[in-house]
């Protein structure tokens, strides 16, 4: 696989490697022949392509969650990057290749991710809200470590899920530092639990789409159910399980961003604002990662189709 990835390919560059399918949709062109719309991935980032004058069984084998080789040359369209394909095979077993080998991961390890989550845990000293949590975070511990956290926008590679609720984590202790009257325990187990609902809407790991459920109910309700269900099998009631659940079912803030109900208590406002800065900032040091200073990002949708400006200045500055 090319060491550079196609994130450092340039407008008019060759490419000739591996990618990851991530999605492949049919389409008809306006002199009517069929072509596919390819979305490509590897552990740099993603490029739409497009194959044109496509067979049936070009479309039959390339399908999500396949490999291919692909030899074409990157062009704009409409502001953005697009890889013409000039040659596509799929990949064999000789090649040597695995979709692991394409897929982005967060920049945290799994074990680092683990041992934040669990210290979180073990600070908690509400009963009934660390029992909660604990047993949802033992029952999904395999899922929660490699699941991205969208489909697209933000934390959306292996393990984003987890690295967003670290980082999550991590602003919720500055918060209470500066906001003692916050209830920590309500806001970690509220931070810990409200997209785990994601493990059910999402379909996997590498080539993530969103499941029946998924599209039919939203992480959310299911989380908010799931939630009661767990409280009852562990012989707890009360208070904190209905502010649980408004916790995950407010955390988007408002019905048009997708939450039933906006945040009533000050935990659950918290908790909204906490999961948007990360989530923003996440979608813009990437977005900033793949431009030089003194350039524009694309737009980015999820960002008000806003294009974000990078400094010149700040190409003086190391960390």
Known sequence: MNQKGIRHHQIGDTFD????IKSATKGVASNGKPFLTLILRDQTGEIEAKLWEATKEDEQTFVAEELARIFGEVNQ??????????????????DGVKPSDFVEKAPVSEEDL????TEAIFEMKNPNLQRITRQFVKVYQEALLTYPAAVKNHHEYVS????????????????KALYPELDQDLLYAGIILHDLGKLKELSGVTAPSYTLEG????????????????????????EEVTMLQHMVLSHHGKAEWGSPKPPLLREAEMLHLIDLIDAKMNMLNRALDKVQPGEFTERMFAMDNRSFYKPLFTDHYTD
């Open 17 to 20: 490697d591996f990618m990851l």
């Open 215 to 238: 599209k039919l109910i939203g992480h959310i309700p299911m989380m908010v159910e799931e939630i009661g269900t767990v409280a009852k099998e562990l012989g707890i009631e009360g």
């Open 160 to 175: 984003g899920l987890a690295h967003h609720i670290v980082s999550m984590l991590n602003l919720a202790k500055q918060f």
């Open 77 to 94: 369209f409409r502001g953005k990057p697009q890889l013409k394909i000039q040659s596509i095979r799929p990949a064999q077993t000789t």
């Open 114 to 117: 683990m041992e934040r989550i």
